[in-house]
């Protein structure tokens, strides 16, 4: 996942590893306190993100634009389900953190050129 954060004038962008929830429609994420990014998110929690399929074959593109809040987790399945999805990172006991999504915008060209489905429907 790539993900874009800004305080006042100052923008950042990073990659993090991700594990998504559908209950809580949340993204779980690991990252470090002293991040520019997580000091970005402590003053202003709204955030962009991005996830996209790498591919040279423009009908197999597939990406995943996203809205939401970053937060301190609120439920503990959420740790749970990034340990399950990286075992190993229990070895560094990083720093989870929370995205309560609130907008879904899907590129999915295997439907159609360009085909887009967004969540929750709204005009763009």
């Not at 779980?28 to 202003?44: C, F, L």
């Not at 340990?83 to 439907?111: C, G, H, M």
Request: proline share 4%; net charge positive; hydrophobic share 40%.
């Amino acid at each position: 996942m790539s993900l874009a954060t800004h305080f006042k004038d100052e923008i950042s962008s990073c990659s993090l590893f991700y594990a998504y929830s559908k209950e809580l429609n949340s993204f779980v994420v690991a990252s470090s306190e002293d991040t520019i990014h997580i000091k970005h998110i402590k003053n202003t929690p709204n955030i962009a993100a991005n996830i996209l399929l790498e591919t040279k074959t423009v009908g197999k593109i597939q990406g995943l634009q996203i809205r939401g809040k970053f937060t301190e987790p609120k439920d503990n399945s959420l740790k749970k389900l990034y340990f399950k999805t990286f075992p190993y990172a229990l070895a560094i006991s990083p720093k989870l953190w929370q995205i309560e999504v609130e907008y879904f915008k899907l590129t999915d060209n295997r439907l159609g050129f360009g085909k887009k489905i967004i969540w929750p429907e709204t005009s763009v």
